[in-house]
């Protein structure tokens, strides 16, 4: 789909350029799509809803946005007006038939380029809750643009009902793109967060690739291409990405615990549970101490950004040094100082980074020294005023890297979500059911004495 009425076309920015990336590495490109579903303990009127999502179109713009190739460039536009002119509504008799249909959506490739930027359903679950379903290009939305689509068109939804005036509006995304084409200033400023970027992720040595299965791929590779110091393999397989979803929620009671240690000592819940994922990695990875994953970092700074759709997100190399001798209380304090930097320089391009790490350590274009994507996303315990939601994630069918996490917690319930998307071909379900408890005992183990050093924990667990 072209431009046709003289609309204003613009490149990609940074954070749509890591998509581009993603696509080259994965023949099916579904790798590339959020599905995401929030279902509510209450009777919605799918009419007005439906009038809803189209008043929401017209005030998030990134709903507005399209994708076209221009010979060899990916370029981009926004529609002036568009309206759907009907919404499936699907009803469910049980959850594992909401999982497989929804699933089976998720999988199906949006037709991009003809103009296919997302799919919304409205269903009805087998406990009567109304709902709501989008799958949407990664070019269009972020994981928190589709959180903040949820929050606006419920809000958009109570003030039709009640007969109220709109919330404020949303911030224009086209105002973001616009900042970031060919700004002189913003790339100088990235030249200089990418040296500083590169050095602290180096730690004067090579990274050794943690995987929740141990070592297992890296030692196959190792024996096959006759390498015995490998320490990278190759993972970034365009074929083989056929994905599979395995989530786990923590009980009331360990999750509790959780929330607790964390307002007690005032600390981040993504520090916390990534401390976890970091230390049952070394248990599993030959003790080592060199923690290294992609996060992904919201780069939502401000206010209007926090209140923007499209896709702002940029993931970073989150380089670890955990020691031993620190207790498992300072080493949380350690990974909050990291983030800090890491939000700093999060306006380096992902495809510079990854440049950067192929450079440093010389590595062929399937090679990375990165075993997963992990992100938390803070849903905020009043996003939907006095609403009982439930916030789910599905299978987007294929990925570029071994695993991707997404942790969050839920607000009607306190507990905390993982969600696991891991690549079939070099994981098992088994694998991460036994990650994950291995996680959980960890994180719990350091919050019942979190004075123990980091090397008491390991054998602990």
Request: charged share 25%; aromatic share 12%; proline share 3%.
């Amino acid at each position: 789909m072209k431009p046709q009425n003289g609309e204003q076309v613009y490149k990609l920015i940074h954070s749509q350029e890591m998509v581009q990336y993603m696509w080259k590495y994965s023949v099916h490109m579904q790798s590339t799509q959020i599905p995401v579903a929030m279902a509510f303990e209450e009777e919605l009127d799918f009419r007005l809803l439906a009038y809803a999502v189209n008043v929401e179109i017209q005030r998030n713009d990134c709903m507005r946005l399209r994708i076209f190739r221009d010979k060899l460039k990916i370029k981009q536009f926004f529609l002036e007006e568009y309206k759907l002119d009907k919404i499936l509504i699907k009803s469910f008799s049980s959850k594992e038939e909401q999982v497989a249909y929804f699933d089976s959506v998720a999988s199906t490739k949006l037709d991009v380029f003809g103009g296919e930027t997302f799919r919304i359903i409205f269903f009805r679950t087998y406990e009567n809750k109304c709902g709501i379903f989008i799958c949407a290009s990664h070019m269009i939305m972020d994981f928190a643009a589709a959180f903040m689509f949820m929050k606006d068109l419920m809000a958009v939804y109570d003030s039709l009902k009640n007969r109220q005036p709109l919330p404020k509006p949303l911030t224009r995304y086209e105002d973001i793109i616009k900042k970031e084409q060919d700004n002189p200033e913003l790339e100088a400023r990235i030249a200089k967060d990418a040296k500083e970027l590169d050095e602290w992720v180096a730690k004067d040595r090579r990274p050794f690739y943690n995987a929740i299965n141990g070592t297992k791929v890296l030692d196959m590779q190792s024996k096959l291409l006759h390498k015995k110091d490998m320490n990278m393999p190759h993972i970034y397989l365009p074929v083989l990405d056929s994905t599979h979803l395995v989530k786990c929620h923590l009980s009331d009671e360990d999750s509790k615990i959780i929330s607790d240690f964390i307002k007690e000592n005032h600390l981040s819940a993504e520090w916390v549970i990534q401390l976890g994922f970091r230390i049952y990695f070394s248990k599993l990875n030959r003790h080592t101490n060199d923690t290294l994953f992609w996060v992904l970092c919201p780069r939502r700074r401000t206010v209007k950004e926090k209140r923007c759709g499209g896709t702002l997100a940029s993931p970073m190399p989150w380089r670890e040094i955990i020691d031993d001798n620190m207790s498992f209380i300072d080493t949380i304090h350690q990974l909050g100082e990291s983030q800090l930097f890491l939000f700093r320089h999060s306006d380096v391009p992902f495809t510079e980074v990854r440049q950067m790490e192929r450079d440093r350590y010389k590595l062929s274009l399937m090679q990375t020294a990165n075993s997963m994507m992990f992100s938390y996303l803070p849903a905020g315990e009043n996003a939907f005023g006095d609403r009982k939601y439930e916030f789910t994630a599905y299978n987007f069918g294929h990925y570029v890297m071994p695993l991707y996490t997404l942790t969050m917690q839920e607000a009607s319930t306190g507990r905390y979500i993982f969600s696991y998307i891991h690549r079939l071909f070099l994981t098992k379900d088994e694998d991460v059911y036994s990650f994950h408890n291995g996680v959980v005992r960890t994180i719990l183990a350091g919050i019942k004495n979190p004075d123990k050093t980091i090397g008491e924990i390991m054998e602990e667990i």
